[in-house]
């Protein structure tokens, strides 16, 4: 199983971020894929999660409303559309996948003026 992200990187608040998650090595669409993020000095939690076929999604509160997420299988990608970023959502941002309990590498997401 691999996992790649991509698409961070230093945005103003209010700003947007679409990240994507190419993945390999499994049946993707069998698997609901899940976004997580970091801050540093915080444990990691979830952002936002889809099902195998996208026709449920499950959100933070803290991100509801601002942050996207889908999913194409014929590419084997996820993608997080982040809108109307904050601050307080830099952090890593890594795809998750069930087959492995595997991880990406993560991408950097800063929001700062």
């Known amino acids: 199983v691999q996992l790649v992200e991509s698409g961070g990187g230093l945005v103003q608040p209010g700003g947007s971020l679409t990240l994507s998650c190419a993945a390999s090595g499994f049946t993707f669409s069998r698997y609901a894929m899940t976004w997580y993020r970091q801050a540093p000095g915080k444990e990691r939690e979830l952002v936002a999660e889809?099902?195998?076929?996208?026709?449920?999604?499950n959100y933070a509160d803290s991100v509801k409303g601002r942050f996207t997420i889908s999913r194409d299988n014929a590419k084997n990608a996820v993608y997080l559309q982040m809108n109307s970023l904050k601050p307080e959502d830099t952090a890593v941002y890594y795809c998750y996948a069930p087959p492995g309990a595997s991880w990406g590498q993560g991408t950097q997401v800063t929001v700062s003026a």
């Open positions: 889809i099902s195998g076929f996208g026709s449920n999604r």
